[in-house]
Every structure is written in structure tokens, then in C-alpha cells.
């Protein structure tokens, strides 16, 4: 099976090859694809961000793809960033405005309302029109400051109080157990493998 990874995220990337590394699958990405034009991620959800760019990139290359659309979402700040978490500063993966952007916002939330998640959605999307689905949370609290050189976007800010670190001080390995991502991946894994064994 050759499955297309609809991103140009390199640090999605290398995340999602390590994950799927186990199974009999030949994974691309956008970037061997350069004559895909930029999908404008336009959706008010997670959902419709990740079926829209697996259904272009599908119509585009006639093969599986697999396609995500993730975020952080804070209580305190009514469910922002969210869908727009990339962008959350004005330009798409500006990862130090975005940060310094949450930090003056947080600035004074008080440590009991600092609550807040990763979410991300996964589409598994297949030539013969089939499709599946899949969510993962991660939950934690905003920091007061950067701690950690692992990871991209808000991951130096994203405190898991259950590990005593950031998501940016955790291992690959560690953070791919717990993860948005990697818990959503578990679940697409599951679905991929039974589909290995059909072909």
C-alpha cells in the first residue's frame, strides 16, 4: 500500500513515519508532490480541515491518504487557538509569534485556569471512496514559560502535569504514547493494519 501523508509539516512528518514504521506501507508526503497546490485550510473544525485536504490530495494523486488537522485549545481563551493554531500569530508556522502570542494572552490567567488541550483529527481516506476517522486528546495546562527543545509549535508551553514536563521535554517515544497525535494514530494504525492484511 502506498499511503500519502497530506502535509508539509516536517516535524508532523517525521512523527507520523516513526509511528507507522512497523507496517508494510510506502508513505509519501506533499513534498513529493510539489505540483499539489497549497489547500486552504478554510474549515470551522478540526474534522472538515482533515477530510478537506485528504479529499484534494486523493483527487490529486488517486492514491490512500491520510491527513490531519490539529490544535491547541485553552479554556480560558474560549477554545483559541484551535483550528487556527498554526496561524494563531497572522502567518502560517510562525511557532515564536504564535508562543509569544499565547504567553501575553495567558499572562494573567491565574495557574487554576490555565487548563487546555491538544486535539487532533485524523482522515484516512482510501481510491475506492471509503473513509475513517479518528480523534486523540491530550490534556495539560499552559506554562508561564518555555521549558524544552523537543517537539514544535506550543509544545514548549504545554505542561503535563502528569509527567512534571512540557510535551517539549518529552522523548519521542514517551510523547507519541500520549500525544493528540499519536493516540489518534493509534487508532488509524488499527484500521491500516487489518487493511494490510485484506491486500
Not at 485524523?122 to 475513517?132: C, F, I, S, T
Not at 499552559?142 to 510535551?167: Q, S, V
Request: charged share 30%.
Amino acid at each position: 500500500m502506498e499511503l500519502v501523508l497530506a502535509t508539509g509539516n516536517e516535524g508532523k512528518k517525521v512523527e507520523l513515519i516513526r509511528l507507522l514504521s512497523g507496517l508494510d506501507i510506502t508513505i509519501t508526503s506533499l513534498s513529493d508532490y510539489p505540483e499539489i497546490p497549497e489547500i486552504v485550510e478554510d474549515g470551522d473544525t478540526f474534522e472538515l480541515n482533515a477530510f478537506k485536504k485528504a479529499r484534494e490530495v486523493l483527487k490529486a494523486t488517486g492514491k490512500w491518504v491520510l491527513a490531519d488537522d490539529s490544535g491547541l485549545v485553552v479554556d480560558a481563551l474560549g477554545g483559541a487557538p484551535g483550528v487556527r493554531s498554526a496561524r494563531y500569530a497572522g502567518n502560517q508556522g510562525d511557532y515564536k509569534g504564535n508562543n509569544e502570542k499565547l504567553l501575553r494572552e495567558m499572562k494573567d490567567i491565574s495557574d487554576e485556569k490555565r487548563q487546555a488541550r491538544f486535539v487532533c483529527f485524523m482522515a484516512l481516506v482510501a481510491p475506492d471512496g471509503r473513509e475513517w476517522k479518528a480523534k486523540g486528546c491530550c490534556e495539560g495546562q499552559i506554562a508561564r514559560d518555555y521549558a524544552g527543545n523537543e517537539g514544535f509549535g506550543f509544545d514548549p508551553l504545554f505542561f503535563i502535569p502528569e509527567k512534571g514536563k512540557t510535551m517539549a521535554e518529552l522523548e519521542m517515544d514517551e510523547k507519541n504514547e500520549i500525544s493528540h497525535r499519536g493516540r489518534a494514530l493509534q487508532k488509524i494504525t488499527k484500521i491500516l493494519v487489518e487493511l494490510c492484511r485484506e491486500n
